[in-house]
C-alpha cells in the first residue's frame, strides 16, 4: 500500500514501526513513553519520554534507584498499564489502546510476569497456581496438570505440588511464580526485582533458573535495584527519574 494513501496518522506511525521491527527483529519497540501519575494536585512523571528497543532473545537489566519508575516501566512495557503519551508494540501488536479483553489474551500467551511480591493465588495450590494460565488459555486439563508437574520440577519443588502459598517460604514461592510466568511458553518474560527479599542460596538458584530461560531464546527483561543478576544480560541499562540516562551493551 503506498503511503500517499493513508490518512489516519495512527496507520502512517504503524507502518513505520512495523518496517523497523522487521529490519531489527525487534520483539519490543517502545517509542516515547510517558507516564504520569496523579495524586490530588501533585502530579509524578513516573516515566518520561522513554523509548527502548528490544532484540528477540535479549536479557535487559533495568537498574536504578527505588523510585526510578523501573516497575512503572515494566508494566507499560507489559500491557498491564497504558501511557499517558507514546506506544508500545510487542511481539508485532500495537498493544497501546487494546482493548481490554484483547490485551488480556495477548498478555496470558506472550508475556510470562514475575512480580517482587509474586503474586499468587492464595486460595490455590503451587500446582494449581501454575495451571491457571493454561486453564485461562484452553488447555486441556490433563496438559495443564502435566506441564504443572514439569515446571514444578523444573524449579525444585516437584515435593511441593500441594502447598497453598502461605506454606511455601518467600523463595519457594518466588519459584512457584516463575513457574507460572512460563507455564504458556511466552516469548517475553518480564520480571520485577525476582531477587528481592529471597535468601542469598535461592537466588543462585533463581539466576540458574534466568541462565536457563535464557538459553531457550526467551526476551528477557528484569527490573532491579541490586547487581546479582546482572552477569546474564547483554543489555544494562541504567534508569532514574523516569528516564534512560546510560546504557551498556555486553558482548555475550
Ligand atoms: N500507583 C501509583 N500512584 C501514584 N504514584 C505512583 C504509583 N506507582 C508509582 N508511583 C510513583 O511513581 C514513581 C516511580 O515508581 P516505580 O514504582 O515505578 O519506581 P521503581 O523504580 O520501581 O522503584 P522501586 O525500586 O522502589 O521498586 C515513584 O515516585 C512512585 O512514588
Ligand atoms: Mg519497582
Known amino acids: 500500500m503506498e503511503r500517499e494513501f493513508l490518512e489516519e496518522p495512527q496507520e502512517i506511525e504503524e507502518i ?4 523497523e521491527i522487521k529490519a531489527n527483529n525487534l520483539i519490543i519497540l517502545a517509542n516515547a513513553l510517558t507516564k504520569d501519575y496523579e495524586i ?23 537498574k536504578g534507584p527505588s523510585g526510578a519508575g523501573k516497575t512503572t516501566l515494566l508494566n507499560l512495557i507489559g500491557g498491564l498499564d497504558s501511557p499517558k503519551s507514546g ?8 498493544i497501546t489502546n487494546l482493548q481490554e479483553e484483547s490485551l488480556a489474551t495477548f498478555r496470558l500467551i506472550n508475556v510470562g510476569f514475575i512480580f517482587q511480591n509474586y ?25 495443564q496438570r502435566e506441564r504443572a508437574v514439569d515446571l514444578l520440577k523444573k524449579v525444585g519443588l516437584g515435593e511441593r505440588r500441594e502447598h497453598l502459598p502461605f506454606q511455601l517460604s518467600a523463595g519457594e514461592q ?20 525476582p531477587t528481592a ?3 542469598k542460596e535461592t537466588s543462585v538458584f533463581i539466576r540458574d533458573l534466568f541462565k ?37 551493551i555486553v558482548e555475550i
Open 16 to 19: 513505520d514501526f512495523l518496517e
Open 40 to 62: 490530588g494536585d501533585f502530579i509524578v512523571r513516573a516515566v518520561d519520554n522513554v523509548s527502548l528497543r528490544v532484540k528477540e532473545s535479549d536479557f535487559v537489566i533495568i
Open 87 to 94: 506506544v508500545v508494540y510487542s511481539n508485532m501488536v500495537r
Open 119 to 143: 503474586n499468587l493465588i492464595s486460595t490455590l495450590t503451587a500446582e494449581e497456581n501454575i495451571m491457571f494460565p493454561m486453564k485461562l488459555a484452553g488447555l486441556s486439563l490433563k496438559e
Open 174 to 193: 518466588q519459584r512457584v511464580a516463575i513457574a507460572r510466568a512460563l507455564a504458556n511458553n511466552p516469548e517475553i518474560i518480564l520480571a520485577d526485582e
Open 197 to 199: 527479599n529471597i535468601d
Open 212 to 248: 536457563d530461560i535464557k538459553q531457550d531464546k526467551k526476551t528477557i527483561i528484569i527490573a532491579t535495584h541490586d547487581d546479582f543478576l546482572i552477569e546474564l544480560a547483554n543489555r544494562i541499562i541504567s534508569f532514574e527519574d523516569g528516564k534512560i540516562i546510560k546504557e551498556e
